[in-house]
C-alpha cells in the first residue's frame, strides 16, 4: 500500500518540486490533476510526458495515478446528448488513459461532478450515456494495462453515482475487467449509511475497491479535523489492500505544502501504531 500525494495541493510549484517535495515527506508517489498540467493535458507532448515521468524517476517516487479528469479542456460531459460535447468529451479520456498509462500510472480516477451533471428532462438518457462513456474507459483502460475507477462522491456534489453500491452497480453492467470503482472518505462519510471501514471490508475482497482517497468531511487532510482514520488503515490491512491511497484535500491550511507535511505525519503516526498489533487492527478503534 502507498500513499500519493494529489498534486493540485501543491499547483503552484513545477512538477519537479512537487515530486521532490513528496519525496521529501514521505509519499510513494503524486496523484496527478490533469488541469494542472495545462489547458489540454491529454494533448500534452511525448517530451513533456517524459519530463514529468523522469521528474518523479529523480525523486524516487512514481506518478501512481490520475484524477480530476475532466477539468480541462472546458465543455466537458458525458451525460450531455449534445453530439460534440459527447464526442470531445470521449476522446479526452481515451487519452487521458493512455496519458495515464504514459506516465506509468495504475489506475485513473473518474470524479468531476460538474461534469456528470443529470438533466431534469433526460435523467435515464443521461445515466445511459454516462454508463456508455464508461464502458469505453473500461476498454481503453484495458489495453493501455491501467484500472478507470468511477468515483462515488457526495450527495452536495452530485446526484449521480453517491455511493459504492451505485458505482458497483455500473460495473457489472460495463463488465469490464479495467473498471472498477474506489473510496473517497470525505464522500463516503457524508453520503452513505455504513462507515469507510465496512465498505472497505465489504468490497475489498469483492476486487471492486482499487484506489481510497483519504480526507476529512470538512474539506480538510486527514488530521485536519474531526474524522478519525486509525480504523480506515487498519480496516485496508485487515483485508490485504495493494493499490494506493490518494491524499486528496481540498482547503490547505495554512497552505499547500504544510498541509502535505501534516497529512503525511498523521498517517504515518497511525501506521506505526498499527504496526504493533500483529493483525494491524488495535481492539476498539472508533470508524
Sequence with gaps: MGYLLCNEVVRELDVAAQCDLAAGLGYQGLEIAPFTLGAEPHRLTPGRRAGVRRAAAD??????????????????????????????????????????????????????????????????????????????????????????????????????????????????????????TMVDCRAARLSETEGVPELIERYVPTGMIRHVHVNDRNGRAPGQGSDPFAAVLAALHAVGYRGDVGVEPFTYVPDGPTTAARAMGYLAGIEEALAAFPNGRPPGVST
Excluded at 69 to 75: F, H, I, S
Excluded at 109 to 118: A, T, W
Excluded at 142 to 159: D, F, H, K, M, W
Design 59 to 180: 525523486a524516487g517516487i512514481r506518478i501512481g495515478a490520475l484524477h480530476w479528469l475532466l477539468v480541462a479542456p472546458e465543455g466537458l460531459s458525458i451525460t450531455s446528448a449534445d453530439g460534440g460535447v459527447r464526442a470531445r468529451t470521449l476522446d479526452v479520456m481515451e487519452r487521458l488513459v493512455e496519458l495515464c498509462a504514459d506516465l506509468g500510472g495504475r489506475v485513473v480516477v473518474h470524479g468531476s461532478p460538474k461534469q456528470r451533471v443529470l438533466p431534469v428532462d433526460d435523467r435515464a438518457g443521461a445515466v445511459a450515456r454516462a454508463t456508455e462513456a464508461f464502458a469505453l474507459a473500461g476498454r481503453v483502460a484495458e489495453a493501455a494495462g491501467v484500472c478507470y475507477c468511477i468515483e462515488p462522491l457526495s450527495r452536495q456534489e452530485t446526484e449521480f453515482v453517491t455511493s459504492v453500491a451505485e458505482a458497483v452497480h455500473i460495473v457489472e453492467e460495463v463488465a469490464s475487467p479495467a473498471l472498477r
